[in-house]
């Protein structure tokens, strides 16, 4: 099965600085990475995804980008802010009619005032 | 309207008891998951049913039981509990089968988690 490692653990950064979130899977064949945020005492949500096909999505302040021949997918938050603290899970499935997604095991990201 | 609910949120018991877990998922999906979320946050898929037939098991103790009466509720029964079984389960649910012309877009939808600690 597909394996997902994600670095670091913990993330601490200012307001207003960017955040880098890094992944990497270890199936060739994997074509469709989430990234989920989980707030404390929340649950998971989706807040951005990346297929294959692509190199780099963004939505407004966060942006994903995927290396296939390395690898790895990285998730950038710019302009960090307080609602940004949160774990964030990078997470990639082999096809999007597979039932399993595999997670990494979190990032704690706090972002200080 | 809540798209995936499972009850009850919390759940404080003591070691050796049996206690269920229930969900609901309102979004028509095919496909539901249970999940574990230990203390340090590992999100550790357990189940997962496609159409009331059991897809994944991921070596959990045969403790666990999931029952999924109908393909939009997926229940978790656990016996004789344990303390190392303390933790938040989290169902979820996806699309996986094309409908409409369309694949599932992959995203998986979470209930807000029930917290079972075991005294």
């Known amino acids: 099965g597909e394996n997902v490692e994600q670095h670091p653990s913990t993330l601490s950064v200012q307001e207003g600085d960017s955040a880098v979130i890094k992944c990497t899977y270890s199936d060739s064949a994997s074509n469709y990475f989430p990234w989920y945020k989980q707030e404390l005492g929340k649950r998971p949500q989706l807040i951005i995804d990346?297929?294959?096909?692509?190199g780099e999505k963004k939505d407004q302040r966060i942006a994903v980008t995927l290396n296939k021949t390395a690898k790895h997918f990285s998730l950038h938050i710019t302009e960090t802010q307080p609602e940004d603290s949160a774990v964030y899970f990078c997470a990639a499935m082999i096809r999007s009619n597979d039932y399993k997604l595999s997670f990494g095991a979190g990032t704690t990201v706090t972002v200080r005032a | 309207d809540t798209a995936v609910s499972q009850t009850p949120k919390y759940l404080v018991t003591q070691m050796g008891n049996d206690k269920s877990i229930k969900c609901e998922q309102n979004l028509g999906h095919d496909t539901m998951y249970w999940y574990k979320q230990d203390s340090k946050k590992f999100l550790k898929i357990m189940f997962s049913?496609?159409?009331?037939?059991?897809?994944i098991n991921e070596t959990v103790p045969n403790r666990f039981s999931p029952k999924s009466p109908d393909k939009a509720h997926l229940n978790l029964h656990i016996n004789s509990l344990e303390l190392g079984d303390s933790a938040v389960y989290f169902c979820a649910s996806r699309q996986v089968a094309w409908t409409s012309g369309r694949a599932g877009t992959g995203e998986l939808f979470f209930g807000e988690g029930s917290r079972l600690t075991v005294l």
């Open positions: 049913y496609n159409n009331k037939e059991l897809i």
């Open positions: 990346i297929r294959s096909n692509v």
